[in-house]
């Protein structure tokens, strides 16, 4: 037992009731949680390498268990909560949602935990991001080296903020990846935060020469590229000549290749096809 504190932890929540608690576990196992009138609970869609198939890290996705809103993005309560501090409360149980569900199943793999930033929370939280949330991790014995958290895509206005709250995350021990729109953007990025993983999108690939800059001055830098949203074979054959062009390993993330899930895949490694 790689967590024991988690397990003692998820005995105590399989006697709670959803009525008195604000996290359970249902007749399944898994960890849900209630905003308002909202139930929800976790998914998980992996990010693999793109030579090899072999799953790398699973992205933690908030859904809702509601029969009545089986297609609510949770994220969009952020967008229309009354206040910061709703935000602020709504984020840290979307991530200790996520942690419980994915390290009471990821004992014996090595995979990593993406989890997502709101762009609303950089601005809701006053000072010390990421120091609530790294003493939930610690409270459970859980391995901060595992986490990475994800930064949404800044506007130029926004530049401050952005560097701002990632230097306040690797303060706390936190690996964290940026999302950025274009090469352009990334080679700024790469300059002013020196993330740990670029996140670019799939379908954005016309920049073939300031795409294959960015990778290999990320290789040289030790810096990760995950291309999200990849939904086509195309978009796949295209990601694959850039790859090659570039001299440069990618991973991959998208409903092509996966649907997000509740439990973690148990199958093995399998080629990107």
């Known amino acids: 037992m790689l967590f024991p504190i988690l397990q003692k932890y998820l005995a105590r929540l399989s006697d709670a009731t959803g009525a008195a608690s604000s996290i359970w576990l249902d007749h399944e196992g898994k960890a849900q949680g209630r905003f308002f009138n909202c139930t929800m609970s976790s998914a998980f869609q992996p990010i693999r390498h793109l030579d090899s198939g072999e799953v790398k890290a699973y992205e933690g996705l908030a859904r809702s268990v509601s029969a009545q809103d089986q297609g609510l993005s949770l994220w969009k309560l952020l967008d229309?909560?009354?206040s910061d501090d709703e935000s602020i409360e709504l984020d840290r149980l979307c991530r200790m949602l996520h942690s419980i569900n994915f390290f009471r199943q990821a004992e014996n793999t090595t995979t990593d935990l993406y989890l997502n930033v709101h762009d609303r929370l950089l601005s809701a939280?006053?000072?010390n991001h990421g120091h609530a949330f790294r003493r939930i991790l610690d409270a459970l014995e859980l391995p901060l080296e595992r986490v990475v958290l994800q930064l949404p895509a800044a506007t130029p206005q926004q530049g401050w903020l952005l560097n701002y709250v990632s230097d306040n995350y690797r303060r706390n021990g936190f690996r964290f990846a940026v999302n950025v729109n274009s090469a352009r953007d990334g080679v700024d990025v790469l300059d002013r935060l020196?993330?740990?993983?670029?996140?670019l999108d799939a379908r954005e690939l016309q920049d073939r020469e300031g795409l294959t800059a960015l990778l290999q001055r990320c290789a040289a830098a030790g810096v990760e590229l995950v291309?999200?949203?990849?939904?086509t074979p195309q978009h796949l054959s295209a990601l694959r000549e850039l790859s090659a062009a570039?001299?440069?390993?990618?991973?991959?993330q998208g409903y092509l290749l996966d649907e997000p899930r509740s439990v973690l895949l148990q199958e093995p490694a399998r080629r990107a096809a």
Not at 194 to 199: A, G, I, L, T, Y
Not at 227 to 231: Q, V
């Open 125 to 127: 939280v006053s000072s």
């Open 194 to 199: 020196r993330p740990d993983v670029f996140k």
């Open 246 to 252: 570039a001299g440069v390993s990618l991973l991959v």
């Open 80 to 82: 229309h909560a009354a």
């Open 227 to 231: 291309f999200k949203r990849l939904e």
